[in-house]
């Protein structure tokens, strides 16, 4: 997963969902911290589209189990499956010995690594966003930042970031979560975002204010994102 541009992926926990969604995504964003016995998903999957596999930490508005290492073990062991193509670290574990050691694992298999950051209370202040960016972009593949928008300005501050980013050189994923910040999901990539996510089915929305999957592509080839 080369991420030279946008790649919109279909945020699920049941990889089952795949088939509905190659009309729209280029790749699944597999959760596999929502699902039943994700190892085993993933030895049975057989479908036509790239994982991005993610086991978000409850830290980060995931429910992954067991410690931190049995976390991060499992995001090992699923970059060693052939359609895992990527795999999403969150920054601050990337910041510690054995997050780094498994972004390198996924880096000697040929797997991308996005590096992300999440805040489900609010906007991080533009600079304090913009060194976020930098250094998860500077540790990733691609540098991811999903934050909580409470009014027009911090969706704008999202955008800027992202243009800022991208102008800078680096590859981002960016996101303003919650209704005030629902449309930089379409808009971003305007901007140089590099990940879309949304559901096959918006009631299984894995974050607040996605679109559904049909919804975003529509959006997003209107305005002209891809």
Do not use: C, W
Request: proline content about 5%; aromatic content about 4%; overall charge negative.
């Amino acid at each position: 997963m080369e991420f030279d541009s946008l790649i919109l992926a279909a945020a699920t926990a049941d990889l089952s969902d795949e088939p509905a969604a190659r009309p729209h995504a280029d790749a699944v964003e597999f959760r596999m911290d929502l699902a039943d016995a994700p190892l085993a998903a993933l030895d049975d999957y057989d479908g036509d589209l790239p994982i991005l596999a993610t086991n978000r930490d409850p830290a980060e508005g995931g429910e992954a189990d067991g410690s931190e290492r049995e976390r991060l073990d499992v995001l090992e062991t699923a970059s060693a499956h052939d359609a895992v193509a990527a795999v999403d670290v969150e920054l601050a574990s990337l910041r510690e010995s054995a997050g780094a050691a498994v972004a390198a694992t996924a880096r000697e298999r040929g797997v991308g690594v996005v590096a992300s950051v999440h805040d489900f209370e609010g906007t991080p202040p533009a600079s304090r966003l913009n060194d976020l960016l930098a250094s998860a972009a500077d540790l990733g593949d691609v540098g991811k930042a999903a934050v909580t928008a409470r009014d027009p300005g911090d969706a704008l501050a999202v955008l800027s970031a992202t243009h800022t980013a991208t102008v800078r050189g680096d590859r981002v994923a960016t996101m303003a979560m919650g209704e005030a910040g629902r449309h930089t999901r379409a808009v971003a990539p305007l901007y140089g975002s590099k990940i879309g996510y949304a559901p096959v089915d918006p009631a299984e929305a894995t974050a607040p204010g996605q679109y559904d999957l049909a919804s975003l592509a529509m959006l997003i080839e209107r305005l002209g994102g891809r």
